[in-house]
């Protein structure tokens, strides 16, 4: 008879058999499996769009027809002296002709022109006003910039970090409705408990303080259990399209982030607990 008294102690309410421990634990570890896929995907729409960012430094190109070596050496020379440009190379004549091979084939002879690549100081900076600057001084030059499709691509990862950010706000709702069903369900099979408690002079604080240790615990577990399960598939994409963003290897995965996934959902459940239970508790007559 001594262990049924001290369980009766511990847990006055019953609530180990109130709450369902398994059915809470199962659909808050599927809101956490989207949770912890949402951050990743956010982390590394983050990545690719800085990845984009930087390689704009690197995404305009001067094209000098008739490359002779006085007209290149006139167009470093403009170019290395202009403040928005941080670094401008003459690319290798035997490099172009490689990287033209599968287009040209056996045209090889053909002219080529001088290329020249640069690097920006300043990612604002008009490419336009570099090219004709670097026209005046040397006729036929063409300047060409792909920061119109970095531009882009960074909106869209933009685009993809709002919809994970949208989720996670989607995801913490349903979790919190989820938890506030079992609660009332809770609640509801041990009202007679609850009414005996609450006249015996608890105050609401209390016993919404035990149900909402309960919901916490359980939910915190459910949130263990869902992270852990996104880690096979989060493994999956970074081999997949770590390369895209230079990572490749578990480092890459927002760690930090995903060790709070439990942590949110259990103060998501003391929250959504203590709400339900007060207001349940002040519609008592």
Known sequence: MAEPRRRLARDPLGLRKALADRLLIGMVAAMALLAA?????????????????????AAVTVQIPQPDVARMERAL???????????????????????????????????????????????SADPVLIGDRVAE??????????GIWVAHLSALAAAVQ?????????????????VAVAVRAGLSARRDAVLVLHGLGATDAEVAGRFARRAAYLAGVG???????????????????????????????????????????????WVATQASVRLWLRRLP
């Not at 896929?37 to 430094?57: D, K, P």
């Not at 950010?165 to 989820?178: G, K, P, T």
């Open 37 to 57: 896929l949402a951050l990743a995907g956010r982390g590394g729409a983050e990545r690719l769009a800085q990845r984009w960012r930087e390689g704009a430094q």
């Open 77 to 123: 020379a403009i170019l290395r002296a202009m403040p928005e440009v941080a670094g401008a190379e003459a690319v290798d004549p035997a490099r172009m002709a490689e990287l033209l091979r599968p287009w040209l084939g056996g045209a090889q002879s053909l002219p080529l022109p001088g290329v020249i690549e640069l690097r920006l100081a300043d990612l």
């Open 137 to 146: 001084e040397v006729p036929g030059a063409v300047t060409e910039a792909h």
């Open 162 to 178: 709002g919809v994970a950010l949208a989720v996670l706000a989607l995801v913490a709702a349903v979790s919190a409705a989820v």
């Open 223 to 269: 949130g263990a259990l869902g992270t852990a399960l996104a880690l096979p598939a989060l493994a999956g994409l970074v081999r997949l399209a770590g390369p895209l963003a230079g990572a490749t290897s578990w480092h890459a995965l927002p760690w930090l982030d995903l060790a709070a996934v439990p942590l949110a959902a259990a103060a998501v459940g």
